[in-house]
């Protein structure tokens, strides 16, 4: 939020400076993020006041013009259509630097001395307007600098306003905490209204469908504006808060939003057909082309502002073409109203589209503001376009709302703070912050403002007296001190431990929501068991997750879009299931997953080699790193087929029998619903199965006292056998000689015969009581062999093959 310094003087008073004011607004939880000095763009130009006006003796077009500029007279020279005695107008002097970086200096025009330059708008950079010289209003004092003349110094503060706080993205809000902070009254700008003869019944007509959605629509009619460019404060102000001027009404809409951070929109009255608006739920399929001339396909979860035939704005978000005010608009209809924020982000949302009003909406407006904030627009406009405001308001507001009464306790206030905050000073500073406090025996009973959503509890008041008293005057309690003793479980040491060795292995956590959009679940869970949302914000949000792979796909996909090249990314979070049919009857079953995804490179190009990608291996290698160093033993991998993995890299993960979790290349179906073509790896654990698997410390033994032994074993087998289930096999014959068995080569083709593939193993063996025998190990190789003759038909690979 960009609050004008000076613009925000007009509704407090107060003395201190940018940076004093910052800290104090930044002290009451109104961060300001920056502060930025604003200037135009010329130096030297003032205030002046033509005396007198002459043709030049010797150059046709060229009047010769005495000017006060405040300090002496100047002559000087101008070929201005509109130049005139008497007026105020904007004089560089001789030094003056003008936007385009040219210097004024004295000038001779067919003998005849010019000391200085009477600008035109477009030359000072304060408009497009070339015709003639910026002409200034009469109460401009002679000789003042013109930037200060037309308030085009000052300073923004650039504001962090949290998404509680939907008050203060307007300047009266802030001008409101403002006050509270210096004990300053604040200043509402007047709106009285002079209206014309004409009812505004007669001229148009509102109707609301969706009463829950749209608790309260207002409207004005004003007739007979003449719509044209804004006059320049107005202008100024709003490119001052980062908005682009369009037209005197439409900007005189974003003035009142601006000011009193209520949403308006204004309707070129002759475009709606039958001059009748209806606030309903879209059709399926509607179609509406809003301001951003962007075409948009609408549904029935999307509220619409409606004529008596179509969609004429997309509710609390956007407004119309069809609509629009434009320059040959004689007669404009003001739309102010309330709507309930989760419609208006369910809609902003669905649309990708996010605007002005549709933040504030979302976070809550004001209900009583509306006929307000009308009539400070009405008034607005039919000062700057000439127009007539019809009188009266239409006002639709079926069900009366009403801000909760919060009853304070002012002991519990010192048993939270630690402080006592007299009773007197709790109500004043509730008070100045809007609310009504009305004493009740021991108790204050708190009526809250419409303007503050966010206050809902004691607790809430208790943060508010907190804050505006002073968080650094409440004293620090040194009986308070040492542990809270707060004992962590099993299952978080799990987690932590988990975090450090996946951020140790170079990926990076994400934390995603668990309310997820049900598109491309059907490929992951069958519907039979989502639990769904009751009253979903938005469809895109209406499942609690089953898994946390879709998710993680989601986040791959949105860096692989803004050109991230490797993606390595993990999440521990809480996973959903429904035991009922219908995905919300029955019990839901609630378990913390571990999941993970990588894609891309691994390692990047260098000098001495090319980008290698990721595959199937590095994410089986992070997978059994991370079981290895929890201590898990026995990890057994079996081959998978579920659809979410490529059955030819799929696998189920086992620990002492006990499934863990999968791992796999994700299958291109799926990716192809996330826009990916690109491979993606991922896997997904349970956080309980790896509780009840993992050894519990670490079990220490002395180093070998005695030397190993070393075979080496090349077999030919199938090429359906899995090497893992050769190395087990390979253990179990002697597990306690036995000490590591290690696959170093896979070899198909050659003189290795179709469908058959070689299996090389390191072999290393050891006792725990002798130094083994030639002999002995040679026993043991052949009952090797012997045994995998046995299970998979394997024979020992000759020199030839």
């Not at 073409?321 to 404009?332: A, F």
């Not at 503050?452 to 007296?465: C, N, S």
């Not at 049900?518 to 949302?533: E, M």
Request: net charge negative.
């Amino acid at each position: 939020m960009r609050v004008p310094y000076n613009w925000l003087k007009d509704y407090v008073d107060f003395d201190l400076s940018p940076p004093e004011l910052a800290n104090r607004l930044t002290m009451i939880g109104l961060e300001v993020e920056a502060i930025e000095e604003v200037k135009p763009g010329f130096e030297g130009v003032v205030v002046g006041k033509i005396l007198s006006v002459e043709r030049h003796p010797s150059a046709s077009g060229l009047m010769v013009c005495w000017v006060d500029v405040g300090a002496e007279r100047l002559p000087i020279i101008c070929g201005a259509p509109n130049v005139r005695e008497e007026e105020k107008v904007a004089v560089a002097l001789q030094g003056a630097k003008l936007p385009d970086n040219r210097i004024i200096k004295r000038r001779r025009f067919k003998g005849l001395e010019s000391a200085g330059m009477i600008c035109s708008e477009a030359e000072l950079g304060l408009g497009d307007d070339r015709s003639g010289i910026m002409v200034l209003p009469e109460g401009f004092r002679v000789g003042a600098p013109l930037d200060q003349a037309l308030g085009l110094c000052d300073v923004i503060l650039d504001l962090e306003v949290t998404p509680n706080r939907p008050d203060c993205m307007s300047l009266i809000g802030v001008a409101r905490e403002v006050s509270v902070v210096v004990g300053k009254p604040l200043k509402l700008p007047g709106c009285p209204v002079e209206e014309g003869s004409e009812r505004v019944e007669e001229l148009a007509a509102v109707e609301i469908e969706d009463t829950e959605s749209c608790p309260r629509y207002s409207a004005r009619v004003v007739r007979g504006v003449r719509v044209g460019p804004s006059p320049a404060w107005l202008a100024r102000r709003l490119e001052m808060t980062g908005l682009r001027p369009i037209n005197n009404v439409v900007d005189v809409t974003n003035y009142v939003l601006m000011e009193l951070g209520h949403p308006l929109h204004a309707f070129d009255l002759d475009r709606l057909s039958g001059r009748r608006i209806i606030v309903r739920r879209a059709a399926k399929d509607e179609v509406i082309t809003t301001l951003d001339s962007v075409w948009r396909r609408l549904d029935e979860d999307i509220l619409v502002i409606a004529d008596a035939e179509r969609p004429v704005a997309v509710a609390g978000v956007m407004g119309g073409m069809d609509s629009e005010v434009t320059d040959q608009t004689k007669d404009v209809l003001l739309e102010s109203a309330y709507f309930h924020p989760p419609v208006v982000r369910a809609g902003a949302k669905k649309l990708d589209l996010s605007t002005e009003a549709s933040q504030r909406f979302e976070r809550g407006a004001d209900f009583n503001a509306t006929v307000g904030a009308l009539d400070r627009a009405a008034r607005l406009i039919a000062e700057l376009s000439g127009g007539v405001i019809a009188r009266g308001v239409i006002d639709q507001y079926p069900k009366r709302l009403s801000p909760p009464r919060i009853r304070l306790r002012p002991q519990r206030i010192g048993k939270i703070l630690g402080v006592r905050i007299p009773r007197t000073r709790v109500e004043s500073i509730l008070t100045s912050l809007g609310c009504e406090v009305f004493r009740q025996e021991d108790t204050l009973q708190v009526c809250i403002p419409s303007f503050r959503p966010d206050l809902t509890r004691e607790i809430d008041l208790i943060e508010e007296v907190a804050r505006i008293y002073g968080y650094d005057r409440i004293p620090a309690d040194e009986r308070v001190s040492g542990s809270l003793g707060v004992e962590i479980n099993a299952k978080e040491r799990m987690i932590s431990r988990i975090r450090d060795i996946l951020t140790g292995l170079g990926m990076t956590e994400v934390v995603t929501s668990s309310l997820i959009d049900p598109a491309a679940l059907d490929l992951f869970v069958p519907a039979t068991s989502w639990v769904r949302i009751s009253n979903p914000a938005s469809h895109q949000m209406s499942v609690l997750r089953p898994a946390l792979l879709p998710s993680l796909l989601e986040v791959t996909a949105w860096n692989l879009n803004r050109k991230v090249e490797g993606v390595k990314i993990f999440e521990v979070g809480r996973v959903f299931c429904s035991s009922g049919s219908s995905g919300s009857s029955g019990s839901i079953l609630e378990r913390i997953q571990v999941g993970g995804a990588i894609t891309g490179v691994r390692k990047g190009q260098s000098w001495g080699e090319g980008t290698i990608e990721v595959d199937f291996f590095d994410i089986k290698g992070i997978v059994e790193m991370t079981l290895e160093r929890i201590g898990c033993e026995k990890v057994e991998m079996r081959h998978l087929e579920d659809g979410i993995y490529e059955s030819s890299q799929a696998v189920e993960v086992y620990v002492d029998g006990q499934g863990l979790g999968t791992l796999g290349m994700v299958s291109p179906d799926i990716l192809a619903r996330f826009d990916m073509s690109q491979p993606v790896y991922g896997f997904s654990l349970d956080l309980d199965a790896l509780l009840n698997c993992c050894k519990r410390g670490k079990r220490y033994r002395p180093l070998p006292r005695f030397p190993a032994a070393h075979r080496d074993i090349a077999v030919i087998v199938d090429d359906h056998v899995e090497a893992e289930k050769v190395a087990q096999v390979i253990l179990s014959v002697d597990p306690i000689l036995t000490e590591s068995v290690d696959l170093f080569d896979v070899y198909r083709g050659g003189q290795i015969p179709a469908g058959k593939k070689s299996l090389a193993f390191s072999l290393r063996f050891r006792s725990p009581e002798r130094t083994l025998s030639d002999e002995e190990v040679d026993q043991l190789f052949g009952r090797i062999v012997d045994r995998l003759q046995k299970d998979f038909g394997a024979r020992l690979r000759s020199k030839h093959e």
